[in-house]
């Protein structure tokens, strides 16, 4: 079974940028297909990117398009999102996610390992 731990959250302007970290322990990240979603409050979780366990397919919610790139470094066993021209609206808890299928999903239903999420507030 895998566990999970994202880094890298905090505090950051509009326009600012911030790298998340997904790191694994009791397995290797390259077998699982990895998720990135975020919940703010009140609001239902939403998913944000996913890369795929075989081809590295890489999939993104339309909000976070050409600002959010996910990609794995399998030497150190961690899937990273790096999220440029950060808005408002970025603001929520980001948790990533591991499942066994191999499709890229944004679909949290499909996912069966969970992190404890980072906060994440783009605020000036």
């Known amino acids: 079974q895998v566990q999970l731990v994202e880094s890298g959250g905090g505090l950051v302007q509009p326009g600012g940028s911030l790298r998340l970290s997904c790191a694994a322990s009791g397995s290797t990240l390259d077998r699982y297909t990895i998720g990135w979603f975020r919940q703010a409050p009140g609001e239902k979780r939403e998913g944000v990117s996913s890369?795929?366990?075989?081809?590295?397919?890489?999939k993104y919610a339309d909000s976070v398009k050409g600002r959010f790139t996910i990609s794995r470094d399998s030497a150190k066993n961690t899937v990273y999102l790096q999220m440029n021209s950060l808005k408002p609206e970025d603001s929520a808890v980001y948790y990533c996610?591991?499942?066994?299928?191999?499709?890229?999903?944004?679909?949290?239903?499909?996912?069966?390992?969970w992190g404890q999420g980072t906060q994440v507030t783009v605020s000036s």
């Open positions: 996610a591991a499942r066994t299928g191999p499709g890229a999903t944004i679909v949290s239903a499909l996912y069966d390992y």
């Open positions: 890369i795929s366990s075989s081809l590295g397919i890489t």
